[in-house]
């Protein structure tokens, strides 16, 4: 095993969370950090703040990666006498990078959806929005039946015919093909100014859109024609396997108030603890999850035929309007609202597995640590007396 350098982790942590899935809003990626610095430690947090500088400058780490962005706004000082700039001040002299996954970690495989919805115990899980799959093509290459496999392994090796665990994925049958050379060609096969008649090779493969320069180029070099037959068809899109959210079923069916003491069971401690809207004796089985703020996706919600919807900040009037409309139709449905550093901490374990499962693969080694601080903002709640109901105020009336 070799030390890992910065610009290996942030490597391994783009083929997990590509940037290129952020939001267009978004902020993820090295905020701070020289890619060749060693790298042999490394803290995991929810939050860039203060205290997490604290523990990883105790601890020793050479990198945090966080899930909430430092510089999501954009700022026109980084000077120290800001809370920002400080936090930035203390990370350089400490010679501690920085490393933000935030909606790419929230819509990945692995990520922010799936370690929330295996905490809560969800099987048989799908995206509740499903982010596009990847554009494809479909290359389609006419060659004579003893250079098939040439041509096949050619594609195969610029990315060409791979389909999920397999590669090299070719589908091929056979035909007569048909052509006359010119005085000028060179054929190699037939004779100019003869029509000749070979028995070729139809080959089929799949590659992504992205490759078609470089697959069709592969082809061109490979295929034993001058001017080889092929066409190049777009394929169709449809949902990928990554997304926002998942939705997925309990093993064992509950109640509404049964499954809201599951999910706080299941989640980092925080005052604001666990709130349900609906029948608490309600059945749950099919469950919707979003960590982080997720009242924006009440339609897909809605849409995908839920008990139950667990996500973080649920603001009054989106949450009112949905339980008003639930109630005039089939009750569904119920709302959980947890606290938005507890509906992402589970990711943080996760997270951290795979770096360094991922680091072992490529030969490197680093050291992995959860911070356990909560960062959740709030720390303290009085509840309201039971049964009390508002009071209208007479102030002001006769």
């Known amino acids: 095993m070799t030390a890992a350098t910065l610009a290996d982790v942030v490597q391994l942590l783009e083929r997990r969370y590509p940037p290129s899935t952020a939001q267009s809003w978004d902020a993820v990626g090295l905020v701070t950090g020289d890619p060749s610095q060693p790298v042999a430690r490394v803290l995991f947090a929810v939050d860039p703040v203060a205290t997490v500088v604290d523990e990883a400058a105790a601890w ?25 700039g400080a936090l930035l001040h203390r990370l350089v002299l400490g010679g501690i990078g920085l490393y933000t996954a935030h909606t790419n970690a929230d819509a990945a495989s692995g990520g922010v959806a799936d370690a929330l919805a295996q905490a809560l115990g969800l099987v048989e899980t799908s995206p509740l929005d499903a982010a596009p799959g990847e554009a494809l093509d479909k290359h389609v290459v006419f060659v004579p039946v003893a250079g098939a496999e040439r ?22 049958s056979t035909g007569e093909g048909t052509f006359t050379p010119s005085e000028q060609a060179n054929p190699a096969i037939g004779t100019a100014g003869v029509a000749s008649r070979v028995v070729e090779a139809r080959v089929e493969m799949v590659a992504p859109r992205r490759l078609r320069a470089a697959v069709v180029a592969a082809m061109r070099q490979a295929h034993p024609y001058e001017e080889p037959a092929f066409d190049v068809l777009e394929l169709a899109s449809w949902p990928g396997s990554t997304g926002i959210g998942r939705v997925g079923r309990l093993a064992v069916p509950t109640t509404l108030r049964g499954f809201a003491d599951v999910v706080a069971k299941a989640l980092p401690f925080t005052e604001q603890g666990v ?49 008003e409309r639930a109630e005039h139709e089939d009750g569904l449905p119920y709302l959980v609202d947890v606290a938005h550093f507890a509906s992402e901490w589970p990711w943080l374990e996760h997270a951290a597995r795979a770096l360094q499962h991922d680091a072992a693969a490529a030969g490197t080694t680093v050291e992995v640590r959860v911070s356990t601080l909560s960062t959740d903002p709030w720390t303290g709640r009085v509840a309201s007396p039971e049964q009390t109901a508002p009071h209208a105020s007479t102030e002001g009336h006769p």
């Open 60 to 84: 020793g780490a050479d990198l945090v990666v966080t899930h909430h962005p430092l510089l999501l706004k954009p700022v026109h000082s980084i000077a120290a006498t800001t809370f920002k």
């Open 151 to 172: 041509v096949v392994d050619a594609l195969a090796a610029v990315g060409a015919g791979a389909i999920g665990e397999y590669s090299r994925c070719a589908w091929t």
């Open 275 to 323: 709130r349900f809207a609906g029948d608490p004796d309600g059945r749950v089985e099919r469950v919707a999850v979003v960590g982080g703020s997720g009242d924006s996706l009440f339609d897909a919600v809605r849409r995908s035929g839920v008990d139950a919807y667990v996500t973080a900040d649920l603001r009054h009037h989106p949450a009112s309007e949905l339980r």
